[in-house]
């Protein structure tokens, strides 16, 4: 045995760990996640340095790297957290309680919670592993009510996350390592990291920055046909939409293109749709589901196969702690989804309070119930404060010297482009960072403002970008871009050929 | 490529799926998790034509195949819950609704959930992705009371759910597909499954049911030597204590045992210790913690590998629905700690409902609090009602023809086993069934008992076993027993040589 020769005394002594960087498992050291990486694990640092007195030239972190809404102080929706809050706890639903609760609570919360409950037993026992049936259903209704089209509650599986859902169907599909997956660049880290993971090749299509972070089916074809060549077999395409983190917002002609050049190649679709309600130009540019668009497009597709996913993370919800979302199968074969079943017994089910939450996202308050006036306002005041928030941060970004941004169409980030000089380039190099990396952290000691930079997405050869959220509170706003502003001019200055 | 060769025309229709049980992931393919398998699956569909006016031989499912204690009607915690309530919606904690909320949650649970909120913020925030530091440091508190030796919150991770923690920390070690993980027979599925989905080798060594399930070192020796011969270079111990399915409860000194066993041989101990309050002769069969016993030995061990992992779903709280638990680290070396982190913040965080639920289970009321009348009675009532089950169950299972029974000193679980006529296993054979699986679906559709065949767990060839939970209902447990009788004796009759 490898381990004992290696160390014939069986001493554990801390020079001779059983288990060390070297003998680990190499997909995993492999994996990048540069959303909460090293400039993520700096902020968490500088935080509790502040909490302790320690002395900053800013006064609180504003974390900017990731879309977290609640932790930047976004208000829940009142109807939702009152369900969540009674279900817990169901003394409050009987009827010796009920003048007491309608005090606290609004009546149709109540009936909700009556009703999830009578069906769910309780929140605290494990539940169907792929999800609770009834609100496998409401999810189906919510799909065919925004599509026009039925969806099958059977073909739908809750997850604790959009990523959790994306981690379990990546890892059905990747049957050896030169299995490939089409992923955008930019793309969302999760996609790199699964795929280093579950040892497969990503097959990058590169985003046009140039053409509003449009995609192409040629880039596609190149992107297929180039891997192709180096003798990976790609099984399945990502496509995130509205972007992440580009913000882009596919056209139903676009989507389409995409569909048929899916059927033509031979791959799975996998729709990455978590921000389909944060969309920023609903006129110009609306959310089309790929499944709507799909089943638009005639008998020559039925078969199609297809996962889509959502989450209770985003959109106006944003309860991202809770770890709820799922996705829909389209078109698999009955014994890939008897796998995924199998796969999702093993850890037993998707938590129920993220299963209620998704119930909530998919069945809100209507038009004459009691909690719809104070939802609608709640929800609006959000969603109209991210459009403002989203076009304040694009035009300062387009006023910084040497940085340009694409305005967004959807999600929650903004992913700028910025021109750094040789000297800049040059200091990162010294510092052993990429430029971007090497410009975020300078800004994070600076002004506790955190970002990620392009590098943790990917981006083209010797271009430099940062993605930041939109989500600082409405408030703060102005002293935010103002920082940036303020940190950049002199980072400019500093570094000035 | 070879998807489009196999399919030149491009053609989607439903026989020429691009992804099938043939091209899938072989290791997913080859994951069995019997707890959840076609049993399971059978009974769901029974309950289903139940509802739908369906006739059988019986009124209601049982589901005994999974420690599930809410699903079978176990109250939970109110203490807990209330607390779980009041998060949710903080609007209740404000001074103006105080003494309405007064009338319906304990003074405790509101001071309790003001302490978390201020630490957490928002419940529908993303938290650290080790987990609130808050609640990690009461992790460690907890942990150091028990054991009267310090833990460190650095070195805990909260998850979600036991099972999570033990997937994470197994792909941790897996570097390639001769890595062997050492594993009880019979043990708990997750852990074959596991390892099937990683590519790693099940290392058995085997629990004497002759000896109360015991477990000795000669044999875990022998185990480790077997596999070192066949070329498998063994990386990890898995112990489960108290035992699943098994209840044992292992002595101090057989822990020391294993301890030199791990040390001598250079494996990682992974001690699964989710039943620890799950103690049913508490004299003659404490628990002790691998912790505990690791540093009572002395500074020969210091730096020795281990990883102990604890859950919300199992002792008298049975929140197996909310998903939550923690492991915590010993001795590893710091990089894979930083990957462990690097890990668990691609998936983000724990669901924070199950990490507020870790707070609750590791820092429940104390004397003099005003719930802790209210929770000691309630955490009472549930402890001796599960000995005296335990008991009834274990008196029924030894009074059956053929039939013998190891009682439980822990867990929920017993795992009789069955001796089946020669008739009977060639009816299980006819059925393409391991005669235990047989005699499961036989009891199954005459009495809507669901238990797990002891095929699903591993066992000494040529016996036949099954597991069954004793959480079915205290005021049905007497008809729960008779019906079981019942059927064996028929079974016995009809099998009979």
Redesign the interface.
């Known amino acids: ?4 020769s290696s ?1 014939p005394t ?1 001493s ?3 020079t001779t ?5 070297n ?4 997909r ?2 492999k ?3 540069a ?3 090293e400039l ?1 694990i700096r902020s ?1 640092k500088i935080k509790v340095e502040l909490a302790n007195g320690g002395s900053f030239p800013f006064q609180r972190v504003v974390g900017c790297n ?1 879309g ?4 930047l102080d976004q208000k ?1 929706i ?1 109807f939702f ?2 369900v ?3 279900v ?5 639903l009987k009827e010796e ?1 009920r003048e ?2 309608l ?3 609004a009546s149709d919360a109540i009936d909700r919670a009556k009703l999830l409950l009578a069906n769910i ?9 792929q999800g609770i049936p009834l609100i496998r259903e409401n999810v189906a209704r919510f799909i065919s009510d925004r599509d026009g089209f039925p969806a099958d509650p059977s073909k739908i599986f809750l997850t ?2 959009a ?2 859902g994306v ?1 379990l169907t990546l ?5 050896h390592p030169d299995v490939g997956i089409m992923i955008p660049i930019p793309q969302y880290p ?1 996609y790199t ?2 795929l280093a ?1 579950l040892d497969a090749k990503p097959v990058p299509y590169y985003l046009d920055e140039a053409k509003a972070w449009g995609l192409t089916t040629e880039e596609l074809q190149r992107s297929y046909d180039e891997a ?1 060549k180096s003798g990976v ?3 399945a395409l990502v496509i995130i939409n509205p972007g992440n983190p580009t913000g882009q917002c596919l056209s139903e002609e676009n989507m389409r293109e995409i569909i048929e050049f899916c ?6 679709l996998l729709a990455d749709e978590v921000y389909q309600t944060n969309i920023y130009q609903p006129e110009q540019r609306p959310f089309h589901s790929f499944k709507k668009v799909l089943k638009s497009m005639g008998p020559q ?5 297809m996962i889509s996913y959502h989450s209770i ?1 985003k959109g106006m919800i ?6 709820g979302g799922y996705f829909e199968c389209e ?3 009955q ?2 989804m008897d ?1 995924i079943y ?2 999702s ?10 299963q209620i939450m998704v119930d909530l996202m998919v069945n809100p308050p209507k038009k004459g119930d009691p909690s719809y006036a104070l939802y609608k306002q709640e929800y609006d005041d959000i969603y109209f404060s991210l459009i403002k928030r989203a076009k304040k941060l694009e035009d300062m970004f387009n006023n910084l010297e040497g940085c340009t941004c694409n305005s967004a169409d959807g999600a929650m980030y903004l992913f700028p482009q910025i021109r750094l000089s040789k000297k800049a380039i040059a200091a990162a190099e010294h510092a052993g960072k990429a430029p971007d990396q090497f410009y975020c952290m300078a800004l994070l000691e600076a002004t506790g403002v955190c970002m990620v930079a392009g590098s943790g997405f990917g981006q083209v050869e010797g271009t430099a970008h940062f993605r930041s959220t939109f989500l600082p509170q409405p408030e703060l706003f102005d002293e935010f871009c103002a920082g940036i502003t303020q940190f950049h001019a002199g980072f400019m200055d500093k570094y000035r050929d």
Chains 1, 2 share one sequence.
Request: glycine letters at 10%.
């Open positions: 045995m490898l381990s004992i160390n069986g554990s002594s801390s760990k059983v288990l060390t960087g003998n680990m498992n190499p995993v050291r994996a990048e996640y959303v909460r990486g993520a968490e990731i977290n809404p609640q932790a829940p009142t957290r009152q969540a809050s009674l817990e706890y169901s003394d409050l309680n007491l609760a005090k606290l609570y037993g309780s929140v605290g026992a494990y539940s169907h592993s604790q996350g990523s959790a981690q890892q059905m599909i990747v049957e999760l990291a699964t993971v192709a077999d790609t099984r059927r033509k190649n031979r791959v799975i597709y039925e078969g199609f196969e993370s944003g309860e991202c702690g809770r770890r078109g698999l074969d014994s890939i796998e199998k796969i017994s093993i850890s037993l089910c998707p938590n129920v309070q993220g």
